[in-house]
C-alpha cells in the first residue's frame, strides 16, 4: 500500500469583488445574528454570501486541500480527530461547529486563511461537496438508517456517493461496511481501514446487485463479487496496525466506535504525510467533540451527555453505557432534525438495559416508556426536566443519552454546570 497522497503547493485563488463583497455581507450578517441571541451565526452568514454569490464555495476552495469527512454516526468526532492529526503537520482550518451543509461549508472556507481545510460533511451533500470544492480525497464512515423523512433508503443514498466518488484520487473507507466499500470503489484508489460495523441490520442487501448479502461474523461478501476488502489498517489488541506501523491509540474519547473513528482519522493523516504515532498522540487532546461525551456538573451530580440519533448510535450509547454502574437518563423527542418518525425506535436492543433503573425525560417520553416496558424494563420514571431528573438521583455520575434535539436542549439546560 502507498500511504502518502503527492500534495501540491496550494496557489491561493483571488476571490474577485463579488465574492469578497458576499464574503464581508456573511460576516456582518453572522455578527448581527449573535449580538441579537438568535444563533447559528455562522450558517446564517454563510447562506448570506450563497446568496449574493452561489460560486462562492468553488472559488474558495480554489487552491486549497480539501478533505471531506461523511457517514450517518461519527462524522463531527472523525474530522475533530483528523483536524487535530493533520495539524502536526501544519495549520488546518474545519467546521468544528458540526455545521455540515453548504452554508457551512462557505462559512469555513471564508474565515479561514489555511491552506488544508476539513469538512465534515452531511451524508446527503457528498456528492455536492466533492464537485463544488474540488476535493481530492473523502474519509467515508458508515451508512445506516436515518432522519426517515429525509435518507429513508440506506442504497439510495450509496449509489449517491458511488457515483460521486469517481471524481476522487483517495477514499479512506470503512472495509467493514458493504456499503461504504461499494461507494468507495469509483475512486482512483482506496485505503481499506477495519474500524467495524456493530449494527448490520441495514446491510443485509448487497448495494451492487439487490441480492442478499451473507454475513458470517464481521466477514460480508455477495454472489456477485463485491465482498470485504483486505484492510490495510486494523485494530489489534488495543493498536492500530498495518503492514509497515504499529500505533499505540491512547485516546480521552471512551467505546470502541471512538477507536474506529481514531483509526480511520489516522489513516487519513497519514495518507497525507503524518507520521502514524505523531497523529494518534495529537488525538487525546479531543476530550470532547462539541458536546458529546462532555461531563457537566450540577447539583453534585456529574452527567455525561452522550448523542444517539439513530438505531446504530442508539447500540454504541447502549454498549458505552453498559459498562457502566451510574444510573441512567435517557431523553427523547421527535422533532426537526430528529426525524418525525420515531417507529426506528423499536429495533433499538433497549432489553440490553433490563435491570437497570432508568429515567426519562423529552416531548416524547410517553413513546420510549412504552417501549422500555416492552423490553421487560419496568423500573421506568418521567421527570418533567433533566434537571429535575438528576436532582432526584444520588450524588455522583450520571449517563444521559440523548437524541439530536434532546442533546441540545441538555445541553443548554446544563449550560450553567462546570465542565470536567
Known amino acids: ?140 464512515l458508515n451508512l445506516t438508517r436515518d432522519q426517515l423523512h429525509r435518507h429513508h433508503e440506506v442504497r439510495r443514498l450509496a449509489a449517491r456517493w458511488h457515483d460521486a466518488t469517481d471524481r476522487l484520487d483517495l477514499v479512506v473507507a470503512n472495509a467493514d461496511d458493504p456499503d461504504v466499500v461499494w461507494a468507495a470503489e469509483p475512486a482512483r484508489r482506496q485505503v481499506w481501514v477495519a474500524a467495524g460495523m456493530h449494527w448490520k441490520q441495514d446491510s443485509v442487501i448487497c448495494p451492487r446487485c439487490g441480492d442478499r448479502q451473507l454475513w458470517v461474523g464481521d466477514t460480508w461478501g455477495c454472489d456477485c463479487g463485491l465482498r470485504r476488502p483486505t484492510p490495510d489498517w486494523w485494530l489489534e489488541d488495543g493498536d492500530l496496525v498495518s503492514a509497515t506501523a504499529r500505533v499505540r491509540l491512547d485516546l480521552a474519547l471512551p467505546g470502541e466506535v471512538n477507536r474506529g473513528n481514531a483509526a480511520l482519522a489516522v489513516a487519513a493523516a497519514v495518507a497525507h504525510g503524518i507520521e502514524p504515532q505523531a497523529a494518534a498522540d495529537a488525538m487525546r487532546e479531543v476530550a470532547a467533540v462539541i458536546g458529546r461525551y462532555d461531563v457537566v456538573e450540577h447539583a453534585g451530580r456529574q452527567a455525561r451527555l452522550v448523542l444517539a440519533k439513530n438505531p446504530a448510535s442508539w447500540l454504541e450509547a447502549i454498549d458505552l453505557v453498559g459498562r457502566s454502574p451510574a444510573p441512567l437518563v435517557l431523553a427523547f423527542n421527535s422533532e426537526g432534525v430528529d426525524g418525525r418518525d420515531p417507529s426506528w425506535l423499536y429495533d433499538v436492543p433497549l432489553d440490553q438495559l433490563t435491570g437497570r433503573g432508568i429515567l426519562v425525560v423529552g416531548r416524547r417520553v410517553t413513546d420510549m416508556i412504552v417501549r422500555l416496558e416492552m423490553a421487560g424494563i419496568d423500573d421506568v420514571r418521567a421527570r418533567p426536566t433533566l434537571r429535575a431528573a438528576l436532582e432526584s438521583l444520588p450524588l455522583g455520575p450520571v449517563d444521559v443519552i440523548a437524541n439530536y434535539t434532546a442533546f441540545q436542549e441538555a445541553r443548554k439546560e446544563l449550560s450553567g454546570g462546570r465542565r470536567r
Open 1 to 140: 500500500m502507498t500511504t502518502e497522497v503527492p500534495v501540491q503547493t496550494p496557489m491561493p485563488a483571488a476571490r474577485g469583488t463579488r465574492v469578497d463583497l458576499a464574503c464581508r455581507l456573511g460576516q456582518a450578517v453572522s455578527t448581527v445574528s449573535r449580538l441579537t441571541g438568535r444563533g447559528a451565526g455562522g450558517v446564517i452568514g454563510g447562506r448570506a454570501i450563497l446568496r449574493l454569490a452561489p460560486d462562492a464555495t468553488r472559488v474558495l476552495a480554489t487552491g486549497r486541500e480539501v478533505l471531506l469527512v461523511s457517514g450517518t454516526n461519527g462524522k463531527t468526532t472523525t474530522s475533530a480527530l483528523l483536524t487535530a492529526a493533520l495539524r502536526t503537520g501544519g495549520a488546518v482550518a474545519s467546521n468544528t461547529d458540526g455545521a455540515n451543509t453548504p452554508a457551512g461549508f462557505v462559512t469555513t472556507l471564508a474565515n479561514a486563511d489555511a491552506d488544508r481545510v476539513v469538512l465534515e460533511t452531511d451524508e446527503g451533500w457528498l456528492p455536492w461537496a466533492a464537485a463544488e470544492t474540488g476535493a481530492r480525497t473523502a474519509v467515508l
